[in-house]
C-alpha cells in the first residue's frame, strides 16, 4: 500500500527504465472483448504511450506494464516507451472512475492509498483496507467494477 503520489513516482520510474517493450513480454498482447475489460478501457480513456483515446485506432490491446495490466491503442504502441504524463493521467483517470473506496464505500481522499490486485489498481482510502482487498480480492475487484460502471455512466 502506497500514497497516491508514490504510486505515480514509483510508475514513472518503471516506464522510465523499463518501458513498454521490455515488459510487455510477461503477457501476450490481446483485444479484449469482456464486460470487466470495457469498463477498464473506459476508465483508462487514452493510450499510455501515444495519449490517443483508446479505440480510436481499433481494439485495444492489453499488456503489463510492471504489475499492472493497462491498455495500449494499437500494435504499433508495442514498440515504444510509456510517456510518464500518459502514465500519470491514467491513474488519475482510474482513480476518477473508482471514486469510493470499495470496502468502506467513501469518496477517495484527495490522496488515495492503493494496492494492485490481479494486474488492477485499486484505490482505498485508508491503509486497513488493503488487508480486507487482499483477503477477498474477486468481491472487491467486483465492487470497483460496479463503482466503474456508475461513474463512468455520470
Known amino acids: 500500500m502506497k500514497s497516491f503520489r508514490t504510486m505515480i513516482a514509483l510508475s514513472l520510474l518503471t516506464v522510465t527504465v523499463f518501458g513498454v517493450q521490455q515488459l510487455v513480454e510477461a503477457q501476450q498482447p490481446q483485444a479484449e472483448g469482456g464486460q470487466r475489460d470495457q469498463l ?6 487514452i493510450c499510455p504511450v501515444s495519449g490517443q483515446k483508446l479505440g480510436a ?4 490491446i492489453k499488456v ?3 504489475k499492472e495490466s493497462v491498455y495500449l491503442c494499437c500494435k504499433g504502441c ?4 510509456v510517456n510518464p504524463k500518459h502514465w500519470s493521467t491514467i491513474h488519475t483517470n482510474y482513480a476518477k472512475a473508482q471514486g469510493k473506496c ?3 464505500k467513501k469518496q477517495l481522499p484527495q ?3 492503493w494496492t494492485i490486485v490481479d494486474g488492477r489498481i485499486v484505490y482505498v482510502c485508508c491503509p486497513p483496507c488493503t488487508k480486507k482487498i487482499d483477503a477477498d480480492p474477486q468481491t472487491f475487484l ?3 467494477d460496479a ?3 456508475a461513474n463512468l455512466q455520470k
Request: charged share 30%; glycine share 6%; net charge positive.
Open 57 to 60: 485506432h481499433g481494439k485495444p
Open 142 to 144: 467486483s465492487k470497483v
Open 102 to 104: 470499495p470496502v468502506m
Open 147 to 149: 463503482l466503474y460502471a
Open 64 to 66: 503489463k506494464v510492471g
Open 40 to 45: 477498464r478501457i473506459a476508465a483508462q480513456q
Open 78 to 81: 508495442l514498440k515504444t516507451k
Open 111 to 113: 490522496k488515495p492509498k
